[in-house]
């Protein structure tokens, strides 16, 4: 069966520090993976996304992810993390032809003055 | 391009009164999906339309709820005889060509609120 995990709830870190929101995946073929950021009373937007290709892949606002198929995993990364960056994270993953979108149940990211 | 735009932002309907949720796809789009938001349950699928024809609603209450397109440029959700518990953020999103590697574009939502 298809899914997503993201084992952790909440995440709490320094501003400036480095961040890495965890994303472990279940599925057999060749994945779609995205992740979407969510601010406070706004819908979702996308931060990147990785079909292919170089396993690390760039976003916006200096985000990115690593895929990694041995791992099963798609983990969410920033050198340094700025107040502004305070909202709920998904990873999402899609099952190629299948036209549902596997949902992770959130990241909600607290920075620390 | 304006992106997705939902109306109304909020709705406030008490319990039995219908609630119509609007959702204007980004043009040229042609897929658009329905989900629902709520801090218990999450983010939910509710429907999904491409080329305006209904591909899969499986995630709707099957009573009370539907969801048209009646043409390219919006899709409504149409909530009869609200229940509280139908309090939520309902998003709207659409895509290029439904999913695959296609990015998912999403409105801003519509609090409805179930007095």
């Known amino acids: 069966a298809q899914s997503v995990t993201q084992p952790d709830a909440r995440v709490t870190v320094s501003e400036g520090a480095s961040l890495q929101l965890r994303c472990k995946y279940s599925?057999?073929?060749?994945?779609?993976l995205f992740w979407y950021v969510q601010y406070p009373r706004q819908g979702l937007q996308l931060l990147l996304k990785?079909?292919?290709?170089d396993p690390v892949v760039q976003g916006v606002n200096g985000f990115e992810a690593e895929f990694s198929k041995s791992n099963s995993s798609f983990h969410l990364r920033k050198a340094s993390v700025h107040w502004s960056d305070s909202a709920v994270y998904f990873c999402?993953?899609?099952?190629?032809?299948?036209?549902?979108?596997?949902w992770g149940s959130g990241t909600k990211l607290i920075i620390k003055p | 391009n304006a992106g997705v735009i939902q109306t109304p932002r909020h709705k406030v309907t008490g319990k039995g009164q219908e609630a119509t949720l609007w959702c204007e796809p980004i043009?040229?789009?042609?897929?658009v999906f329905w989900y629902r938001q709520t801090i218990v349950q999450g983010l939910e699928f509710l429907t999904y339309?491409?080329?305006?024809?209904?591909?899969?609603d499986s995630g709707m209450p099957k009573e009370r709820f539907s969801a048209q397109m009646p043409n390219q440029s919006h899709s409504t959700l149409k909530i009869q005889s609200t229940q509280p518990q139908d309090s939520a953020v309902y998003l709207c999103?659409?895509?290029?060509?439904?999913?695959?590697?296609?990015?998912?574009?999403f409105g801003a939502g519509t609090r409805l609120s179930v007095l």
């Open positions: 999402v993953l899609s099952a190629g032809s299948n036209y549902q979108l596997i």
């Open positions: 599925y057999s073929g060749t994945p779609y």
């Open positions: 990785y079909y292919s290709g």
């Open positions: 043009s040229g789009h042609s897929a």
């Open positions: 339309f491409r080329n305006q024809a209904p591909i899969d």
């Open positions: 999103a659409s895509s290029l060509e439904g999913l695959g590697e296609n990015t998912l574009y």
